[in-house]
């Protein structure tokens, strides 16, 4: 056994800690089917959002580590619920008005506004397929109308009509009695409309699989639960396609979670065993509020593209999923310069080191070197104090601090720096607020000034870094952290920054002195 298995069969690291609770599900042994399957599903009545990112990466997390400890196969499944009746017409679609006809009908069979796809139901699922390749994410993908249609949901149709009253007696327990009246666990689509119907039903004969309703002009119908004449409501659906794929893992986020009950017990009553699960906690937005595609609150995937890369999102997906985070624009400085940290760290580690580290499971065991010799958060001040100088711009600061380094040789950090001008273009400008210094201040600055003028140390960031203390101390600063403070609120406009010392050796010494001299002169408040 390699020293990395033995230390991932007993690392507290979740997907680890998940991965074997399936090697305990199939005792070790390979099921029937002759796999393990992972499953995420997806409502496609929008476009796809940072939450289906974060489930479906997540659950490869798991998948990954269940490989690496176990050598049974698997398999990740992406279902897609697109016979769901279009509730309401989307307003970001091109002529909203020529939908409202088709209300209620199965996403499949409502026209795609887009004119590019089949329907709509099909554009939406291109666009879910399209997004999930761009992770390169590694699964196969299951469209609802199909599986309803061809039959392949049949066997589980038929028994739940057979056990329909069982499936519904769980049903009825968890709805109000208003509700419950009119309830159903199936669906009819009308033979005529196309549309899915709430409807209760008169008769579900369970030994010949037909149901029996009135439509909602009164006409009694019947029609067979199989061939895709019907669909389950949403939390029966849960439960039946656990027992018809037979699944063995699926993760949701807390808002499901009272449902898992249900979910489970109609696998079981489908004859289907329940899978493992696990819940994780909802983002949210700065203000503390759950984020909701409905208000638009929070960070959508393309905003985090905008301003860092897909393996920074990864990161933050993996940092504690059962405890609830913001998801807002300040924790992205934060969550690249700690995921290029992780990557510098993962070489020099041990096993039990490695097979915890992030990196490792964002990776899939075969994390990749770090180029950033320069941190994301030294690239925002160093933005700051450049100007509107671009890219190249930066690189001529990067270059005199680091000189092998290059936009063809350091690809992340080249990718890094676009990232850093555009994130300090649209949020720290906006927010800078430079002041003037107090008397002590100025005072230390003066010195400050004179000390680099005399500087002959060349651009050690820890001599600088020592160089600014010792002025700090010589001034008479009791706390430290004030004078840094004051350093960055007077040169930055902001109230806090990277170490100075690390700053200075980035922008030059002479360069920092300039900046000074225009601080004391009034230039900058």
Not at 469 to 486: C, I, P, S, T, Y
Request: hydrophobic fraction near 40%.
């Amino acid at each position: 056994m390699s020293a990395l298995r033995e230390a991932a069969l007993t690392s507290k690291a979740w997907p680890f800690e998940e991965a074997r609770k399936l090697v305990a599900r199939i005792k070790g042994k390979t099921p029937q089917k002759g796999y393990v399957l992972f499953e995420t599903g997806y409502g496609p009545s929008g476009l796809p959002h940072i939450g289906t990112f974060g489930e479906v990466a997540r659950t490869t997390m798991i998948r990954r580590a269940f490989e690496a400890i176990c050598d049974v196969p698997t398999r990740l499944i992406c279902f897609s619920d697109d016979v769901d009746g279009m509730r309401k017409v989307p307003d970001n679609v091109p002529d909203p008005d020529a939908l409202r006809e088709h209300l209620q009908r199965p996403l499949t069979s409502v026209p795609d506004p887009f004119g590019k796809y089949e329907s709509f139901g099909h554009h939406n699922n291109a666009m879910l397929r399209r997004f999930l390749d761009t992770f390169g994410f590694e699964y196969e993908f299951i469209s609802a109308t199909e599986f309803y249609k061809t039959g392949q949901f049949d066997a589980v149709l038929l028994r739940a009509a057979e056990r329909y009253d069982d499936i519904m007696a769980v049903m009825l327990k968890s709805l109000r009695d208003e509700r419950q009246q009119t309830y159903s666990i199936f669906l009819p689509i009308h033979p005529e409309t196309g549309r899915v119907l709430y409807v209760p039903m008169k008769h579900v004969d369970g030994k010949n699989g037909t149901i029996t309703f009135d439509d909602e002009d009164g006409r009694e119908w019947t029609l067979p639960v199989t061939g895709g004449n019907v669909k389950l409501q949403w939390k029966p659906d849960f439960g039946a396609r656990w027992a018809a794929l037979d699944v063995d893992f699926e993760m949701y986020g807390k808002d499901h979670s009272t449902n898992t009950p249900i979910y489970d017990r109609i696998c079981e009553i489908l004859g289907g065993k329940k899978p493992e699960h696990y819940v994780y906690e909802l983002f949210l937005d700065e203000n503390g509020e759950k984020i909701s595609k409905s208000k638009g609150n929070g960070l959508t995937i393309d905003e985090w593209l905008t301003y860092a890369s897909t393996e920074s999102l990864s990161y933050y997906m993996f940092l504690k999923p059962r405890t609830a985070k913001r998801l807002s624009w300040d924790v992205i400085p934060k969550a690249v310069d700690e995921y290029h940290q992780q990557l510098r760290a993962y070489p020099d580690q041990t096993p039990e080191q490695q097979v915890a580290n992030p990196v490792w499971h964002i990776h899939g065991g075969m994390p990749p070197a770090s180029n950033m010799v320069v941190s994301f958060a030294m690239l925002l001040n160093l933005a700051s104090v450049a100007g509107s100088t671009g890219k190249e711009g930066l690189w001529g600061f990067i270059r005199r601090y680091a000189p092998d380094a290059a936009p063809e040789t350091h690809p992340d950090l080249d990718q890094a720096a676009g990232f850093a001008l555009a994130y300090f273009r649209d949020f720290v400008a906006p927010a800078r607020r430079f002041r003037a210094p107090t008397p002590l201040e100025r005072a230390a600055m003066e010195d400050m000034a004179a000390r680099l003028r005399a500087w002959q140390g060349g651009l050690d960031a820890e001599e600088l870094q020592t160089l600014a203390f010792a002025v700090g101390k010589d001034h008479g600063f009791e706390n430290l952290r004030d004078w840094f403070k004051a350093l960055y609120e007077v040169l930055l406009g902001q109230s806090q920054g990277p170490r100075f010392g690390g700053f200075i050796a980035l922008y030059g010494v002479d360069e920092t002195v300039a900046l000074i001299e225009r601080a004391l002169a009034g230039e900058l408040a």
